[in-house]
């Protein structure tokens, strides 16, 4: 007989163990506001977040839709053993995530930050220090772990500013966005910030949620979250229809946008319609210049998490062959509750060839690196 | 079948839950209220450890503002995706005939009926034991 008490998972390894996996959606917190971001944000910005706190532009003052059952939309299993929200300790992010899923590339993705809030000058400074917090905390300590460069997208100047100061630093790989922002994200006032990433070389990250302060449906205010979860893709479309449509990547052909959490299944279905519309009307716009599909098979990248999951797998694959493998970035979500277990999201008859670029080789060309 | 001795029952007492791993297989134990229940510990659908997840109850409802709990304690929710299991089946609560988790029965014995064990065992004690 063997009797065992765990008290946790013991992290045996996944049949993907074999594979190092980048991992293009892992959501870091900070472990106290006081000790991690306040030694990067200026006094006076402390005292205004204390007296007035953070106001995004959106009508729920406690942040966007999640499901109450998953506290912090969080894995139930995420909570650190030495206390702490989910993902604000190192130690056990590498215990629980990083070692046993053999991730060696992993990209930080901070969704609590200046982004969307309404005070811009506010925005500007703790977006600078959420920056600052992600190297010293992390990306310092952690070789594998990648950080985001996150701006105050609806001041392009001051996103600008902080794109040029950090984009010296190596651990930054991408500048990142929220899908939901204040009008459709190809419209003129944001191309300062993709010009800026483009002159950094580095990708333009944008992840579902937001706060543009309009609905997440053309129809207006969902009842039910479910609805905002299913909204996400429609987000995702509408963002990156804006800036085909709007000439984003026909002025900057070095582009690379790359879509997060907000599934990839739409991608086909989106491409025949931009492609059918772009044919027949396409005297109407001055700066899409190539087909819509053509752009995106040379410029958009997708994060795969949350996989759609059809109850015959061999359609996500069919799927995935319309879209191309070459296309596609693995990502967990970790540590939200929504997380993709990466030994589990592809059927086993995928060959390894897919499932290299599919889980690691993908990503790595999109960010231009070396698995540490 | 083969009957695992697992812990004492004074060492395992209701609202607790461990982890053990039998032939192989990790297994998710319950004491609910006196009541035992065991699953394999590892959702059908991601593989999700079970033994972390949150014990609720059966919240059924017949149309909306119309609702029941029931069962206090016996429904099982994975961790990571929310998936629902019934503590005594394994089945899921969505789709209970394709979606379930192995349930495996756990009970308690006296230790006199298990002085054939290979592990020691106490004649004055009882122990709980789970049939794999």
Same mark, same amino acid.
């Given at each position: 007989?063997?009797?065992?008490?765990?008290?946790?998972?013991?992290?045996?390894?996944?049949?993907?163990?074999?594979? &190092?996996?980048?991992?293009? !959606?892992?959501?870091?917190?900070?472990?106290?506001?006081? /000790?991690?971001?306040?030694?990067?944000?200026?006094? &006076? *910005?402390?005292?205004?977040?204390? /007296?007035?706190?953070? @106001?995004?532009?959106?009508?729920?003052?406690?942040?966007?839709?999640?499901?109450?059952?998953?506290?912090?939309?969080? @894995?139930? !299993?995420?909570?650190?053993?030495?206390?702490g929200r989910p993902g604000s300790d190192l130690a056990f992010m590498r215990a629980q995530h990083l070692d046993p899923n053999n991730v060696g590339f992993g990209v930080l993705n901070p969704?609590?930050?200046?982004?969307?809030?309404?005070?811009?000058?506010?925005?500007?400074?703790?977006?600078?220090?959420?920056?600052?917090?992600?190297?010293?905390?992390?990306? @310092?300590?952690?070789? +594998?772990?990648?950080?985001?460069?996150?701006?105050?997208?609806?001041?392009?100047?001051?996103?600008? #500013?902080?794109i040029e100061r950090c984009a010296g630093e190596e651990d930054y790989v991408q500048v990142f966005m929220l899908n939901r922002t204040a009008e459709p994200m190809g419209q003129r006032r944001y191309w300062p910030i993709y010009d800026a990433a483009a002159a950094a070389g580095l990708p333009l990250a944008?992840?579902?949620?937001?706060?543009?302060?309009?609905?997440?449906?053309?129809?207006? *205010?969902?009842?039910?979250?479910?609805?905002?979860m299913t909204g996400h893709a429609q987000s995702s479309q509408?963002?990156?229809?804006?800036?085909?449509?709007?000439?984003?990547?026909? /002025?900057?052909?070095?582009? &690379?946008?790359?879509?997060?959490?907000?599934?990839?299944?739409?991608?086909?279905?989106?491409?025949? &319609?931009?492609?059918?519309?772009?044919?027949?009307?396409?005297?109407?716009?001055? +700066?899409?210049? #190539? #087909?819509?599909? =053509?752009?995106?098979?040379?410029? $958009?990248?997708?994060?795969?998490?949350?996989? =759609?999951?059809?109850?015959?797998?061999?359609?996500?694959?069919?799927?995935?062959?319309?879209?191309? *493998?070459? #296309?596609?970035?693995?990502?967990? !979500?970790?540590?939200?509750? !929504?997380?993709?277990?990466?030994? /589990?999201?592809?059927?086993?008859?995928?060959?390894?060839?897919?499932? +290299?670029?599919?889980?690691?080789?993908?990503?790595?060309? $999109?960010?231009? @690196?070396?698995?540490? | 079948m083969t009957r695992h001795v697992v812990a004492p029952v004074s060492e395992f007492p209701p609202g607790t839950r461990r982890c053990v791993v039998l032939e192989g297989r990790r297994i998710a134990l319950f004491n609910v209220g006196g009541r035992y229940f065991g699953l394999l510990d590892r959702c059908p659908h991601q593989g999700g450890p079970l033994s972390e997840g949150v014990l609720t109850g059966l919240v059924e409802a017949g149309a909306p503002g119309d609702y029941s709990f029931s069962r206090p304690g016996e429904i099982l929710r994975c961790p990571w995706h929310g998936w629902e299991f019934d503590l005594a089946t394994g089945r899921s609560r969505f789709d209970p005939r394709r979606h379930r988790t192995r349930a495996f029965r756990v009970s308690a014995a006296p230790g006199e009926e298990l002085r054939a064990e290979t592990v020691p065992v106490r004649v004055e004690e009882n122990y709980v034991v789970v049939e794999t």
């Open positions: 007989m063997t009797t065992e008490v765990l008290e946790r998972p013991s992290g045996e390894a996944p049949a993907e163990a074999a594979l &190092r996996i980048a991992d293009c !959606d892992i959501h870091p917190s900070p472990k106290s506001l006081e /000790r991690e971001i306040y030694p990067f944000l200026e006094k &006076r *910005w402390q005292r205004h977040l204390e /007296r007035y706190g953070a @106001r995004p532009r959106q009508p729920f003052l406690n942040g966007p839709a999640y499901p109450k059952g998953q506290p912090d939309a969080a @894995r139930r !299993d995420a909570y650190p053993p030495a206390g969704l609590k930050s200046g982004q969307g809030l309404q005070n811009l000058d506010f925005a500007d400074a703790y977006c600078r220090a959420i920056n600052d917090w992600q190297i010293a905390f992390w990306t @310092r300590e952690e070789p +594998r772990l990648k950080a985001s460069i996150v701006i105050p997208y609806e001041d392009a100047a001051a996103s600008v #500013r902080e944008v992840h579902a949620f937001g706060f543009g302060g309009a609905p997440i449906t053309g129809g207006g *205010w969902p009842s039910y979250y479910i609805e905002d509408a963002v990156l229809t804006s800036l085909v449509f709007e000439g984003v990547f026909d /002025r900057l052909p070095g582009l &690379r946008l790359v879509l997060i959490e907000s599934g990839f299944a739409w991608l086909p279905a989106l491409c025949w &319609r931009l492609d059918r519309v772009w044919m027949r009307m396409r005297d109407e716009l001055h +700066r899409c210049k #190539r #087909r819509p599909s =053509e752009i995106v098979r040379e410029q $958009v990248f997708l994060t795969t998490q949350p996989m =759609e999951e059809p109850g015959r797998p061999r359609q996500l694959v069919e799927c995935i062959d319309w879209i191309g *493998w070459d #296309r596609l970035l693995f990502a967990t !979500d970790y540590p939200h509750w !929504d997380f993709d277990q990466p030994d /589990r999201v592809l059927p086993s008859w995928v060959d390894a060839e897919k499932r +290299r670029a599919f889980f690691t080789d993908n990503a790595l060309r $999109v960010y231009g @690196r070396q698995m540490p | -």
